[in-house]
């Protein structure tokens, strides 16, 4: 248990609607950052945030975005859903200069 | 990032020694290699991580070849819940990209009874 919880854990779309994936950072943390895992392969760094702003984005479209809130939750919002964004998203949080991140078991997402 | 290269897939006697290989031969001066693995249905979980000096912790140890262009992860005494997809990672210390972690293929590590 690390204490990163993400919902929900498995969501069905249909290609071009939109989604909202939540994650709650670890007691403490205040960086987090999203990646995607398509079936059968590592995770793909999606995006960081820190203090509220991206600070570090991976080779994904705008039409990936996300927000930190005050108390260090987070989101990840996905628009005009696509089949290839069928994949597990994991939300990961860390503290600076920790070089350790703490994972969530991640939320399912099927686009249809 | 450097790039890392490992075995598709090991093989483990429970209650034996697993030891994962991997090669990073263009890693540079300033970065480290750190371990993940992840077990299904879950997300990747820190094991251990060095810059040029052998390291252990309660979970593994990690061996660092003299000219840092390959590592071992050893699992002293592999059990059933060993068996995972294991992650060799080179990443830069510090900078503020904290949370940003380039993931390979890994290892799948399955420790048999």
């Known amino acids: 248990e690390t204490g990163v919880t993400q919902s929900p854990t498995h969501l069905i779309k249909t290609r071009g609607q939109q989604v909202t994936l939540r994650c709650s950072s670890q007691s403490g943390h205040n960086t987090v950052s999203w990646y995607q895992q398509a079936l059968g392969q590592g995770p793909q760094f999606i995006f960081q945030y820190y203090r509220e702003e991206e600070n570090g984005r991976g080779n994904f479209p705008p039409r990936f975005s996300g927000l930190q809130f005050p108390n260090y939750s987070s989101e990840l919002n996905v628009n005009a859903l696509e089949l290839d964004d069928s994949a597990l998203y994991l939300c990961a949080s860390s503290k600076p200069q920790e070089e350790k991140l703490f994972f969530g078991s991640g939320t399912q997402l099927s686009v249809l | 990032d450097a790039k890392t290269t490992q075995p598709t897939s090991m093989d483990c006697a429970e209650g034996r020694a697993a030891n994962l290989p991997c090669n990073h031969s263009t890693i540079s001066g300033n970065e480290y290699v750190y371990w993940y693995r992840q077990i299904h249905s879950q997300g990747p979980q820190y094991i251990i991580h060095g810059l040029k000096n052998n390291e252990t912790n309660e979970m593994a140890s990690l061996i660092i070849t003299e000219d840092r262009k390959s590592s071992t992860l050893i699992l002293p005494h592999a059990t059933l819940r060993d068996t995972a997809v294991y992650y060799c990672?080179?990443?830069?210390?510090?900078?503020?990209?904290?949370?940003?972690?380039?993931f390979g293929q890994g290892t799948i590590l399955t420790v048999h009874p």
């Open positions: 990672i080179v990443r830069p210390a510090g900078g503020t990209s904290y949370g940003k972690l380039t």
